[in-house]
């Protein structure tokens, strides 16, 4: 019987090369991923060598939803911009009016269209942003797709091909900019290296600052 102060789900992969523990960044909930032929008794061998830790992010995500709860009702964040949200009876789509955005008059339709309307914006903020971030380099990226990754802000293949995670928006700008701006960097280093670090305060300067808000407060970033 577990002794550790919290409950945890356990997953089967056939994927998984070795056991991993995830704390959910929306809900805190503990999930351990076991390899498939890892015996059952290693979820709970994990979880206990990991409670700090666990413990530490759970606290973490009370504080990143007690700062969701205090969002002023009706509004979203855009970019370290506060937008208000004017819900339409009939709409289907979101418009935005300088700091305005109309949006359904259901909310999970309101919801919806919200996560469309930030997933087109992500692609227009975000392209010229990596264009100049790459030429800073001296590399090409050869595609940009924006997601909704439950644990990456971003991603660079090895062939160029560039990810980014939509909900990156809600965040300052800063953050945005560093989050481009370090996948461009692997564009000339593919790890994280003292290299690419060097890479990284030739292309953002003080760098370590929207870093740190990133991991402080990334899991305040959901409508």
């Not at 700062?67 to 949200?85: D, H, K, N, Q, W």
């Not at 009016?97 to 359904?104: A, E, N, Q, R, S």
């Amino acid at each position: 019987m577990s002794t550790v102060p919290f409950d945890y789900s356990v997953r089967r992969s056939d994927r998984a090369k070795r056991v991993r523990v995830r704390v959910d960044a929306r809900d805190g909930a503990v999930e351990v991923v076991l390899p498939r032929r890892t015996p059952a008794r290693e979820a709970e061998r994990a979880v206990a060598e990991l409670e700090t830790w666990i413990l530490r992010r759970r606290a973490e995500v009370a504080r990143n939803r007690a700062a969701r709860a205090a969002r002023a009702p009706g509004t979203v964040p855009y970019l370290g911009r506060t937008l208000t949200l004017a819900p339409q009876a009939g709409r289907v789509r979101v418009t935005q009016l300088g700091h305005v955005l109309l949006v359904p008059g259901d909310e999970a339709a309101a919801r919806v269209a919200l996560e469309r309307w930030y997933r087109r914006r992500a692609r227009e903020e975000i392209a010229p942003r990596l264009d100049a971030a790459a030429r800073a380099v001296g590399r090409e990226y050869t595609s940009l797709t924006i997601r909704d990754q439950r644990t990456r802000w971003g991603s660079c293949s090895s062939r160029g091909g560039m990810s980014f995670n939509w909900r990156l928006l809600l965040a300052p700008d800063s953050v945005l900019e560093y989050v481009v701006r370090h996948e461009a960097a692997h564009l000339a280093v593919m790890d994280h290296s003292p290299r690419f670090w060097g890479v990284m305060a030739q292309l953002m300067p003080g760098y370590e600052v929207p870093r740190r808000w990133l991991r402080d407060h990334g899991g305040t970033l959901v409508l």
